[in-house]
């Protein structure tokens, strides 16, 4: 009985899209075949694209040494970018990530030397011996040996098209309520990578929120930071390769009207 080997992206792909994205030149750091760095707008810039074969038990896996931790430590900008078979594309802030790698949870062998062990599962990370899951979402990559097609984008790492299925109809809006238009029409704009960085960045203050949503806080909250969490949903999300959670305060009452707010920003970006 033959095994049928599912195809991992080649780490060129990974390396041109990250050149074109951030319009710099990725060049291997000497004795470390999975990690690149280069200068982008004056800021050094380091990604770490390493491998894994889908396991018995579900998940894929990869370590991170100290080494490696400490190059992108060092970076202004450390790109993850984790290669999965079916052409399975995890790419995340590293810095982010870096909150769950302790003294406590780190492994030791003769091999890797000091290092930690995440697991990677559908729409988390696990580091080895924290109990804190850290959220992702896959881009599933068709063209993998085609990185000289990749068209260039300038807003975000990667773009995933959202599915015709998850999209509601402006009469559907109007039969929804305006939490569930939130979870649904709004999270998928937010994740489908369409949004400019520097209105991400807006949609974390209070007064954009306020201005734009009506909100009486932010709309956004990075994954890790402080905030009150009876406020926002539980659910994160996740935009640009960054893990962040959505207000759960919108209201439709005559006193408190966020429904005018929301449809008219979803309307001129969906």
């Known amino acids: 009985m033959s095994v049928i080997m599912m195809p991992i992206l080649d780490k060129l792909f990974v390396v041109t899209r990250v050149n ?49 931790a400490d190059l992108m430590d060092d970076a202004d900008i450390a790109i993850l970018s984790v ?87 402006q009469t559907q809006l109007q039969h929804q309520k305006i939490g569930k238009i939130a979870q649904t029409k709004l999270r998928t704009v937010l994740e489908s990578g369409v949004i400019a960085s520097e209105e991400i960045e807006a949609m974390l203050t209070n007064n954009y929120s306020k201005q734009t949503f009506d909100l009486q806080y932010a709309l956004l909250v990075r994954y890790g930071d402080k905030f009150e969490h009876r406020r926002y949903y539980s659910k994160p999300l996740m935009i640009q390769g960054t893990a962040y959670f959505m207000c759960s305060q919108w209201y439709e009452t005559m006193a408190n009207n966020d429904r005018p707010y929301l449809m008219k920003w979803l309307s001129l970006h969906s």
């Open 20 to 68: 074109k994205e951030y319009s710099c030149q990725l060049s291997v750091i000497k004795g470390k075949k999975i990690m690149f760095t280069g200068i982008t707008c004056g800021r050094r810039i380091v990604l770490c694209t390493p491998s894994s074969k889908r396991h018995v038990n579900g998940n894929g896996w990869f370590d991170l040494t100290m080494k490696q």
């Open 83 to 169: 290669r999965m078979q079916s052409n399975r594309l995890y790419t995340l802030n590293y810095k982010q990530l870096r909150r769950l790698m302790t003294n406590e949870n780190k492994l030791t062998n003769p091999n890797e030397g000091e290092h930690w062990k995440f697991f990677v599962w559908k729409d988390y990370i696990k580091v080895q011996g924290c109990d804190q899951t850290f959220p992702v979402s896959a881009e599933i990559v068709n063209s993998v040996n085609q990185p000289q097609d990749i068209p260039r984008r300038t807003t975000t790492l990667y773009t995933r098209t959202p599915s015709e299925n998850s999209e509601l109809s």
